[in-house]
Nanobody, 126 residues
Framework: QVQLVESGGGLVQAGGSLRLSCAAS????????MGWFRQAPGKEREFVAA????????YYTDSVKGRFTISRDNAKNTVYLQMNSLMPEDTAVYYC???????????????????WGQGTEVTVSS
């Protein structure tokens, strides 16, 4: 019933940009905090960015600050991740995650999020 579907991944050269989208259905999107995580081959899934249900506050892991921007459009039930100045170290499968919240709060941990998409692959070549 609950579905999160990522799109926008692909192959890009270092220094390029990609915009990921995550379309949500089956839940009250406007009451959900949203996050992006990524998992490189052979590594653990790690936090990338988070946004509160209103979109008023965001948080980023240090390695992407100044390069990535998370945003949302509650009218479209969609969250985005704009990725600029991509580096080979950004290569990973990127996952969208959601959790219901009763306050305008963001969440940083994998276990904070009960709902996950299937992921979209991003490959940055040097």
């Amino acid at each position: 019933q609950v579905q999160l579907v990522e799109s926008g991944g692909g192959l890009v050269q270092a220094g390029g940009s990609l915009r990921l989208s995550c379309a949500a259905s089956g839940l009250a999107f406007s009451r959900c905090a949203m996050g992006w995580f990524r998992q490189a081959p052979g590594k653990e899934r790690e936090f990338v960015a988070a946004i509160t249900w209103s979109g008023g506050r965001t948080y980023y892991t240090d390695s992407v600050k100044g390069r990535f921007t998370i945003s949302r459009d509650n009218a479209k039930n969609t969250v985005y991740l704009q990725m600029n100045s991509l580096m080979p170290e950004d290569t990973a499968v990127y996952y969208c995650a959601a959790r219901l919240s009763y306050s305008d709060t963001y969440y940083l941990l994998r276990n904070d999020y009960p709902y996950w998409g299937q992921g979209t692959e991003v490959t940055v070549s040097s």
